[in-house]
């Protein structure tokens, strides 16, 4: 079964730090893109940043820019993203997705987020 | 940074209608990567379609996509129970859309 397992929310005050992880499974990772999307509570999807299958290039939101950083270990077919600098409107859901270039980037496996909460 | 603006932001509908909801970007954006999905309250987005008229796995053939350049279209020819939800579009693996809620009317 093709699966995406986000891991590593939770409770962070303002200006600290936290690392998600996505752990991939029934597919081979390191042939996709792949991506962090978030959702705040109430809010519309947010892309968060992308990664290259060989890491060679990877994009983020500007919100995210010099904050947030995305990396990923073909190894262990995983997909991380450290978050540093947190803000009160980072607190969202997180959802790493794959994003198949055959697919125009369109992301067809969500794993089922992981909840990240900034405050005081 | 390309806009992706959708209307209308909330449609009401009854079962067995027809749904067009519009998406329109800020400029040209090419068809190959623009894509939709729907969100259900509690759940992941999930991929409709890709190539902006492609179906992806899964997806009932009541959803269609359409469209080029900064105007794109996903009609619903005949509304389900369970196709009430939100849903967004997307370009280029990037920016969403503000998303339009389907509601029973």
């Known amino acids: 079964e093709v699966q995406l397992v986000e891991s590593g929310g939770g409770l962070v005050q303002p200006g600290g730090s936290l690392r998600l992880s996505c752990a991939a499974s029934?597919?081979?990772?390191?042939?996709?893109?792949m991506s962090w999307v978030r959702q705040a509570p109430g809010k519309g999807l947010e892309w968060v940043a992308n990664?290259?299958?060989?890491?060679?290039?990877?994009y983020y939101v500007d919100s995210a820019k010099g904050r947030f950083t995305i990396s990923r270990d073909n190894a262990k077919n995983s997909l991380y993203l450290q978050m540093n600098s947190l803000r009160v409107e980072d607190t969202a859901v997180y959802y790493c997705?794959?994003?198949?270039?055959?697919?125009?980037?369109?992301?067809?496996?969500w794993g089922q987020g992981t909840t990240v909460t900034v405050s005081s | 940074e390309i806009v992706l603006t959708q209307s209308p932001g909330t449609l009401s509908l009854s079962p067995g209608e027809r749904a067009t909801l519009s998406c329109r970007a800020s400029?040209?954006?090419?068809?190959?990567?623009l894509a939709w999905y729907q969100q259900k309250p509690g759940q992941a987005p999930r991929l409709l379609i890709y190539?902006?008229?492609s179906r992806a796995t899964g997806i009932p053939d009541r959803f269609s996509g359409s469209g080029s350049g900064t105007d794109f279209t996903l009609t619903i020819s005949r509304l389900e129970p369970e196709d009430f939800a939100v849903y967004y579009c997307?370009?280029?693996?990037?920016?969403f859309g503000g998303g339009t809620k389907v509601e029973i009317k």
């Open positions: 997705a794959r994003a198949p270039y055959t697919k125009g980037y369109g992301m067809d496996v």
């Open positions: 029934g597919f081979t990772f390191s042939s996709y893109w």
């Open positions: 990664i290259k299958q060989d890491e060679s290039e990877k």
């Open positions: 400029q040209s954006v090419s068809s190959s990567y």
């Open positions: 190539g902006a008229s």
């Open positions: 997307q370009q280029y693996g990037r920016t």
